[in-house]
């Protein structure tokens, strides 16, 4: 990301809703993603006691091309191989930007109760598609609360100004991988 973006993390406002400090973590990796040439999302899972427990960005274009490294893909890996025994329903997830139809998909398999997104994804995110889901699926949803994160308009707008920035890019990169020809960075 370039220093204009950089700078207004270093500007942030304090933390005074209830979102904010999760915001700000989300937005630091979805920065470094994008310094990474990746799509720039981050997120991170929270425990009942406002803990960290884990985070992650998404690194789909981390040495190639790899579909199912979603920020929030990487989080739920992070979670199953370290933290196996922890409870779920205990959990937040943090999302810098909604989530799409995969990780919806990985979320409620995964038992997390609690997803809040900093931005809306109008062009893929799927958490007001559950009504398309099979009976099964549906079923796994309402056991589950995807909403928009209560931060300052700070946090949603540069969640929102970092994944515009480059998506054509980011799509003319995922396109050129499926032919085959992903290009250097």
């Not at 007001?128 to 309402?142: A, I, K, S, T, Y």
Request: net charge negative; charged share 20%; hydrophobic share 40%.
């Amino acid at each position: 990301m370039e220093k204009p973006h950089f700078s207004a993390l270093n500007q942030a406002p304090a933390a005074h809703r209830r979102d904010d400090v999760w915001a700000r973590v989300c937005c630091e990796q979805a920065w470094l993603s994008q310094q990474e040439c990746c799509y720039p999302v981050g997120a991170v899972l929270v425990n009942s006691a406002e803990e960290l427990v884990c985070c992650g960005r998404n690194q789909v274009f981390e040495g190639g091309y790899h579909s199912h490294r979603h920020a929030e893909m990487e989080v739920l890996t992070q979670l199953e191989a370290d933290f196996p025994t922890l409870p779920r329903e205990e959990l937040t997830l943090y999302v810098s930007l909604e989530p799409c139809l995969m990780c919806f998909g990985r979320i409620l398999l995964a038992g997390i109760k609690r997803v809040r997104y900093l931005t809306p994804d109008a062009l893929g995110g799927f958490t007001q598609g559950f009504h398309f889901l099979p009976p099964v699926w549906r079923e796994l949803h309402q056991r589950a609360s995807f909403e928009q994160a209560y931060v300052d308009t700070f946090w949603s707008d540069l969640a929102q100004q970092l994944v515009s920035r480059n998506a054509n890019e980011m799509r003319e990169k995922t396109t050129a991988a499926w032919q085959g020809k992903l290009p250097d960075h």
